[in-house]
T-cell receptor
Framework: NAGVTQTPKFQVLKTGQSMTLQCAQD?????MSWYRQDPGMGLRLIHY???????DQGEVPNGYNVSRSTTEDFPLRLLSAAPSQTSVYFC???????????FGSGTRLTVV | AQSVTQLGSHVSVSEGALVLLRCNYS??????LFWYVQYPNQGLQLLLK??????LVKGINGFEAEFKKSETSFHLTKPSAHMSDAAEYFC???????????FGKGTLLTVNP
C-alpha cells in the first residue's frame, strides 16, 4: 500500500517559472489537501478538496491553483513562482475525520 | 474559527524524564483534536486523536493526551522520555462539521542523555 505519494521530492525553480507538484493516493480517500510548512509557522492549508470536481481555498491560496479530476490525484500548480513560495509542501488525505489524515513525505521547493 | 496554540516552541528534557507538550485550542463547535510527530526530513505521522469518545487518549510510542473541555486543552504526555522521541510535535484541530485541519506552530522536543 503506497499511501500518499508526492513528486518530486526536491525542486529548484527560478522566479517566474511555473510547475506542478504531484500528489496521488491509493486509499480511495475523498478528502485531500495541500499544506505548506515554514519554520516557526507550523503547517498552513493552501487548498483542499472534498471529492472529485470539488475544491476550495484554505488559509494561504494566493499564487496556487488546484484541480481534482479523479479521486486519486490532487496536483498543486504554482502559476508564477516567487521566493516567498520557498517552502516544504505536504499533501494529505482522509476518508473520515475519525481516522485522521495520512500525509505524504513532502516536496522541498526552493525558488531563486 | 478554529485555532491552536502550542505553548513553548522548544522543550528540552532528560532521558527518562516526563514529557509534557502543551496545546490549547479554540473551536466554536465540538472539536476533533490530533497530535502529529515529525522526524527530521520526514512527513507527519499521527500519534493520537480525540474524536469525542474517551477523554484520555492513548497513542503510539507510549504517548497519551487528555481532552479537558473546561480548559480547552489537549496536552501530550509521556512518563519517560527516550532518545528516539526527539522530533517536532504538532497539535491540530478540526471541527466535526468540516475536514479542514488547523495546526499549531509546533514544539521541538530535545531529549538529552
Amino acid at each position: 500500500n503506497a499511501g500518499v505519494t508526492q513528486t518530486p521530492k526536491f525542486q529548484v525553480l527560478k522566479t517566474g517559472q511555473s510547475m506542478t507538484l504531484q500528489c496521488a493516493q491509493d486509499m480511495n480517500h475523498e478528502y485531500m489537501s495541500w499544506y505548506r510548512q515554514d519554520p516557526g509557522m507550523g503547517l498552513r492549508l493552501i487548498h483542499y478538496s472534498v471529492g472529485a470536481g470539488i475544491t476550495d481555498q484554505g488559509e494561504v491560496p494566493n499564487g496556487y491553483n488546484v484541480s481534482r479530476s479523479t479521486t486519486e490525484d490532487f496536483p498543486l500548480r504554482l502559476l508564477s513562482a516567487a521566493p516567498s513560495q520557498t517552502s516544504v509542501y505536504f499533501c494529505a488525505s482522509s476518508s473520515n475525520q475519525l481516522y485522521g489524515y495520512t500525509f505524504g513525505s513532502g516536496t522541498r521547493l526552493t525558488v531563486v | 474559527a478554529q485555532s491552536v496554540t502550542q505553548l513553548g516552541s522548544h522543550v528540552s528534557v532528560s532521558e527518562g524524564a516526563l514529557v509534557l507538550l502543551r496545546c490549547n485550542y479554540s473551536s466554536s463547535v465540538p472539536p476533533y483534536l490530533f497530535w502529529y510527530v515529525q522526524y527530521p526530513n520526514q512527513g507527519l505521522q499521527l500519534l493520537l486523536k480525540y474524536t469525542s469518545a474517551a477523554t484520555l487518549v492513548k497513542g503510539i510510542n507510549g504517548f497519551e493526551a487528555e481532552f479537558k473541555k473546561s480548559e480547552t486543552s489537549f496536552h501530550l504526555t509521556k512518563p519517560s522520555a527516550h532518545m528516539s522521541d526527539a522530533a517536532e510535535y504538532f497539535c491540530a484541530v478540526s471541527e466535526n462539521s468540516n475536514y479542514k485541519l488547523t495546526f499549531g506552530k509546533g514544539t521541538l522536543l530535545t531529549v538529552n542523555p
